[in-house]
């Protein structure tokens, strides 16, 4: 398997991303050489771009899914137990540290970086999915997609979905019955979405744009969706929502959207006692105007969440591949080789496309 | 037991508290009358004199403790199942009604205002705490003070107490060997330093003013406390408490200050993953400045709490009277008698008064 | 609204149930009077039938729906806040007295008995749902049923799915993608197993008998049945498990059969970590030979239930009303007149009917 | 560091452990060589003495504390991010190995087996705490023990205090104000005892024997014991902890003996609702006479647990450092050096011994 992989690097903000050719290591007895598949285009990437002090050069690609072309000799299951054998199909992660502080509370482990994370400047470069191998390392986590299991399914499932389960686990749970707002309509907002119903939520009512968005939001299994362009202020979406409710407000509410009012939004249409998860507000865009009395005067729950530890991976493929029914592989609107990485990176900024995903090796 | 009872009433913002006397009804079968011992002022009271659209008259005095000197024939037991008789100390609320939505999903019942919060202009007129005596009406929900408890540990069991109870239960409690950080230094900020030790807290620190405050925390057991008078500013306040915590900052921070810029400085010197409960912004205030993305990248679970179900008073009187060693008694700073209701506002007001209490028979 | 109302009673073991004509009261203010709709024949009931110390006489019936035939003037709002008027159907309660020590701390009221199990031998005396009507009493809790929901679905709600949901709670409810045992195909193994499937369990395994059972519970939704008739013991049903769960067991089992062996047996058949509900066992049948090192060696959660508090009445009238899809109104497999009580008793207790329904107004 | 190590090896069941010679390995980047303080003889060794299908040879020593001797270029940092070096006193684990199921899901790895039950037949061969040296092998989980803390309390925070930890958290916690009944005064008891002191229980009773153990639990804080010797059926038991707890016997209970009526008997002693942790039950001691209705009718949570997760013992620490006051050092009754190994099996056996520690370098 010696030879060469080609792959998207990013080499310094306000640069266009460039294909580079890396040798592709010799495999290690606990470790694999992957083919990669897809590997979706993400904002945390898009926004590394603009960012004078993102680290460089680095392969992009942290939500993957690729073929396992060279498989180690220790290497022998995946992390139920099953074999794994060259030819299948596979996600994967680092295995977490297990001797750090996060790792031993229950954490998500921050010593060891995720591919797509990784400087490509040393040995054995290519660590990330923007990449046509990808070098999984020593002892990784790897799950295998089963048969049954589309490849852009078993994507969907490492988009969003992992990391909305783990926070509504924070905010405990959804019980059946509840009314549940989400707030954005981009892929995050779509697993909120689809986690919601499934745990047996009565309703869930969308709030987005534009229109593409949310009629797929429908297609999902939206019970309603509120545009905002047509309910273009704060106050006209809270009015809506509360005609959609019985005047009470929806019991949980789920920020994906990272809109700067969202939060006192959120707060200021939820109904007493309900659970707020807050998984949009990444992005540090300063502080905003929030009224903290409704926190305690409504009583309200809420949570942050960033990122998942691997249970909620494993949830989450689970529940997409034998629980969710919605049509989740109509999310991947958009497909780029690795020559188009800069248009790909750019149908995503442009909310053209809801997923976009480089197929390396197409 | 005909006669009349002497009580302070609230007869509108601005204008003085006044004593006045109203007839004692007589004691249905499952009523009593009580003979008040202690009622304590609290902000909420404070605040509604200077609130134009507050409704009156009001006779005041919703945390209470009084004896029995009237007992309905139907009215036997306590909540614990314990005989009632008149000579009894007691703490009262009126019973839930059980038929609404909040008393069924296990929120505190809105239906049902509490003692200090009904209208005097109607019988049977006294049920509120500043008055020489307080008609129950029907079917309270009573627990009686056991003997060796004091009248003031008892009252303090319902200060706060239950309220921070209730709120540490939502943010999950408190683990052994936590760190926390309370925000102010007032009594439901003594309430939490109270219930957080002895829920096994390592380590309580306490922010607040002025220094005869700290002084008292520190007799309640505060490992240390942090002056906003020597740390002027918040980031002054986050340096030091990180100095503290070897610098990762406390697990669990509880506001009970009401001031205006303490969410953000919670959420800004609380441990990645931390859990964040706040009660002290119950009032208004309007918006603050506060950064969202604060709670998605650090992943904190936080919680407002207003009031608390019963069982959460069952609770803190069991703590106060069982667990809690602290000498809670002083926080019970000054003692007015019915003439200088007035006063007793002042000393709530101009913080001369940890705890002001009424005391209708002095 | 005067006259008279047939009720069938219960006048003591082993003497057949009889065809009783009783006084109508007048409505009190916060009251009404019930017509009859349908009440279920529940295992309960039939059991008393059999035990010679069950007070008597009893109107039994305390599964219930009816119309609103006399509404009490300040009987004004359902639970939900929604007005109530005569014509209504409605599901009811008597009120929790919100005083004792179970209300308060939010397990279900003991102090006051549900309808169907309140002496028979004074006024208001038509307190059961055996009765052509039935009167609520001073402020009783009540749900209006929705107009689109049908007689036979609301009943349905109230019967045994509220104990399931609130059972399944104690456990820390179900994650989506696992895999859930039902350890029995009556009327509780329906409501475990339909309450499971809208949770998001992966799949839902149902073990009972006899054929038509478990041909009603894949209608309902079961991924696979064992039969207790083709497998006959604990060790042929707890291999044919392993084999549909790779080897595992599964991560939930819910016991709604009441048999000797049953809780050894899921106990056996558990995945390690797993969690068990254990409703069916509330008759005391004595000591069953138990294995308690599976309890600690497989770490196995595991809690009983009976009955529920009222919000998960409410929850469960939620859940299937909008989320629950199964065809529940088939699990009513048989309907009887007043006159046809002990036949109606008969059909449960040979396990002829799935539910039975008196239909005291037919 | 090149040299010999002297251990205590478990050469098979029936025979006398034997102390025998082994190399001492280089030390690797990642690992550090171990100088024991003291390792606790634990009844899970003792049993394996009688089991002839225990594997050997082994150097049993699970529980161990002790001195960094030569600490490789690598390994840094403890869990808390703590520079290590050689002579600090430190408690460690195999690291988890994060790729299995139990990791992923937050159990307790399966894979790696701990320190003292690794086969002593190949290299590095010294991997059980009955050594002079042990070698902690690749990237173990270390934790530094602070100055200021004893080896002996140090040793105690992971002697079943962990355990209990880790159960009482899948019980819900233990609130403040509760009473608990713990079943067995041996080591396990004792922390059950010490860890529901801390957490807030208004009152800890422990039952068992003989005499003096009961006053050691005393002298570490139980409000009341109840000797099996003095009241010797599982009736007087069950009645005099009514007698003790006014009648409504204990919120929570926790099994701690191994007994073989232990479970029986506390679900009879426990109160509706009440919570149950079994502990004790680690050993295969067959099928029970166990009433299951009490489980259902009593609506009991109970659960079991066999070891922890990190995070416990993290915390274990923790609370021992700093929140824990009893004397737990004196739980520690025997100290024996390697050439007594079999004498310290045997007092612990007789149950001469509370916790008997090997001193390997004595």
Known sequence: MAGTSKAGVFVGAGKPLEVQEFPIPEVAPGSALIKMEMAAVCGTDVHATHNPSAPHPIIFGHENIGVIADLGSELKYDVLGRPLKEGDRAIFRPAPCGRCYNCTIGNMCRVRPTYGLIPADKPPYIQGGFSQYLYLGDDPWVVRVPDEMSTERALMAVIGNHTVMNGIDKIGGISVGETVVVQGSGPIGMGALNQAKVMGAKRVIVIGAPADRL???????????VSILEYE???ARIERIMELTDGNGPEVVIECSGAGSAVQEGLSMIRFGGRYLVVGQLTDYGDRPINPSLITRKAVLLSGVVGSTYKYIL????????VVKAPVEKLITHHFPLAEINEAFESHENLEAMVAVMRPNL
């Open 215 to 225: 009629q797929l939001a429908e297609e999902m299994g939206a019970d309603d969706t």
């Open 233 to 235: 202020t704060p106050e």
């Open 315 to 322: 949830r989450s493929m689970e529940a997409m591949n034998s």
